[in-house]
């Protein structure tokens, strides 16, 4: 099956190395075009020059871009995405993107006989590397059928969560929930900081009790508790993910304060820390809030 991909980021990155062998022929396109150029000599793959030739003799295009908006704008050119298509296409956007944008693209491509699903993923970078993601698609079973093949060749959990646009309104929600557990969990370790008790203490406490959640357990060990922060998941995609749930919420009319809460925290954690932070960095707006910090 002849595959292009699309957006060689920290998540497309170690999805495209799954799919660089066989039984697949894999195209790669990147917008730094050296680290695309870097990629296809490491795994013996072909090189595009443009979205247009990556797409002209692909069955299945991948894409994983930080937004929708970025998907579209791929489109657009003479030497755009849209223009390379190839009537009975299948393109697969992996980008966390917004429910909307996905279904403006879907019906644009269906105008030239190109099929389209939004496949967002979970499980980050790790999950990338293992081939272990979960897979939240939109759209017509059908295409995901056909999809599957490619799809399986790095997750574990391939989900049809509805039609075009829902896989994204999923993710989005995903993403509010991580918003809301981190800064909760931050909030917590912070009051217990004040009464002296220590993150580890209180973390192996609420992990062995109700209120555990990714963030107590994995998260805040690994990086609050030992301050290193690798920088896996930037805020700013959080702050994105998070404001796209909000939206998802308020323009299906449902009361949801705790998410719009989440995406105005982490818009004013994302304005403070920067574009390149963690985005388990919100903890050191919380702790400087409070004024103390926890480890």
């Known amino acids: 099956m002849r595959v292009a991909f699309l957006g060689l980021g920290a998540i497309g990155r170690p999805i495209a190395v799954h799919l660089a ?4 022929e894999l195209t790669v396109w990147n917008r730094t075009m050296e680290k695309a150029r870097t990629f296809a000599g490491e795994h013996s793959v072909s090189l595009a020059p443009s979205p247009a030739a990556a797409a ?7 894409t994983c871009l930080p937004s929708s908006e970025e998907v579209r704008n791929l489109l657009d050119g003479a030497d755009g995405l849209e223009s390379g298509l190839r009537t009975g296409s299948l393109l697969v956007d992996c980008t966390s993107g917004d429910p909307r944008t996905s279904m403006e693209i879907a019906a644009r491509l269906a105008g030239r006989g190109v099929d389209f699903i939004d496949a967002p993923v979970s499980g980050g970078v790790k999950g990338a590397e293992a081939g272990t993601l979960t897979i939240m698609c939109g759209g017509e079973a059908a295409l995901i059928d056909r999809a599957r093949p490619v799809l399986e060749a790095f997750s574990k959990r391939i989900v049809r969560c509805g039609s075009t646009g829902a896989g994204d309104a999923v993710k989005a929600m995903n993403q ?35 209120g555990r959640s990714n963030a107590s357990e994995n998260l805040f060990p690994e990086r609050v508790v030992t301050r290193e922060f ?27 304060p705790f998410i719009e809460l989440a995406s105005r925290l982490f818009a004013e954690a994302h304005a403070s820390l920067g574009e390149e932070a963690d985005h388990v ?15």
Request: glycine residues 6%; proline residues 5%; hydrophobic residues 50%.
């Open 21 to 24: 062998k066989p039984p697949f």
């Open 56 to 62: 002209s003799n692909a069955d299945v295009i991948i």
């Open 230 to 256: 690798p920088r896996t998941f930037r805020i700013a995609l959080l702050d994105k993910d998070v404001a796209i749930a909000a939206d998802v919420a308020s323009r299906a009319g449902v009361p949801a």
């Open 176 to 210: 509010a929930l991580l918003a809301i557990h981190i800064w909760s969990a931050g909030e917590c370790l912070t009051a217990l900081a004040k009464y002296g008790v220590d993150a580890s203490t209180a973390l192996e406490v609420i992990n062995g009790s109700s």
């Open 281 to 295: 960095e919100a903890m050191r707006i919380i702790e400087e809030r409070a004024g103390v910090r926890v480890s």
